[in-house]
């Protein structure tokens, strides 16, 4: 009988699998990539995904450019006649090659003193998000839009800001509860959780639509404007 000896540094061939009992050689040029499975007697190497997933918390590490009005705000102007229904748009776009981690958003209805007639409801796609009938999915749902009357237009710029309640006081007869209007973050646990990563050629989609009546005395200006860091791409 012969016996076969098989060297701890076994070089093996593309897609075989090494014998029990091999270990990769450790050294200064090679850093472990797996770990030894003590049940079945095999070397397990780490799966690629989470390289890819390490890469992707490096990405917003490197801070390459901030993501302000500069380049990250869109306006659109709602013109009189716009009728009850219609949509006007407008759309932020990644740059090729760039990747953007976006925090803070905001919609902004400039007031118009002129406008007698029409309200509007303002949201805003994410081309990332699912699409349907060649449409992606609005970030906000019903309940959150922003909706902007005839009369808040007309009186102030009107925002889709969240509330805060920042304190509460007694005034003798009842508790009174004091709020504060804040920037929506993605990052809130009632909104993503986390920033929206977007990558070159993706879009934000500034919607408009009249609402109650057509849109008359005066033409409405609507921005929509994010906020966040271009980072560093590191995953496809």
């Not at 009632?190 to 500034?206: H, P, Q, S, V």
Request: charged content about 20%; proline content about 5%.
């Amino acid at each position: 009988m012969v016996n076969k000896l098989i060297p701890q540094q076994y070089a093996g061939y593309p897609g075989s699998r090494p014998p029990k009992g091999w270990v990769p050689p450790l050294d200064q040029w090679l850093s472990l990539m797996g770990v030894y499975d003590n049940v079945s007697g095999y070397w397990v190497g780490l799966p690629l995904q989470i390289f890819s997933e390490q890469l992707v918390l490096a990405e917003k590490q490197h801070a390459l450019d901030r993501i302000d009005p500069r380049n990250g705000q869109i306006s659109i102007t709602v013109p009189i006649g716009t009728a009850v229904g219609a949509s006007i748009t407008g759309e932020i776009e990644v740059p090729e090659d760039e990747i953007w981690y976006l925090r803070a958003h905001e919609i902004k209805v400039h007031q118009q003193a002129a406008l007698t007639a029409g309200a509007l409801i303002c949201n805003f796609r994410v081309s990332r998000f699912p699409v349907s009938s060649d449409l992606a999915k609005l970030f906000y749902n019903t309940n959150d839009q922003l909706t902007a009357t005839q009369a808040l237009i007309a009186a102030g710029d009107v925002f889709d800001h969240d509330l805060v309640l920042a304190g509460a006081y007694w005034d003798g007869a009842a508790e009174v509860k004091v709020y504060r209007e804040v920037i929506r973050d993605f990052g809130d646990p009632d909104e993503l959780g986390n920033a929206l990563r977007l990558i070159g050629g993706d879009k934000l989609t500034l919607v408009a639509t009249g609402e109650t009546a057509a849109i008359a005395g005066g033409a409405v200006t609507v921005d929509l404007t994010v906020w966040g860091l271009r980072g560093k791409r590191l995953v496809e």
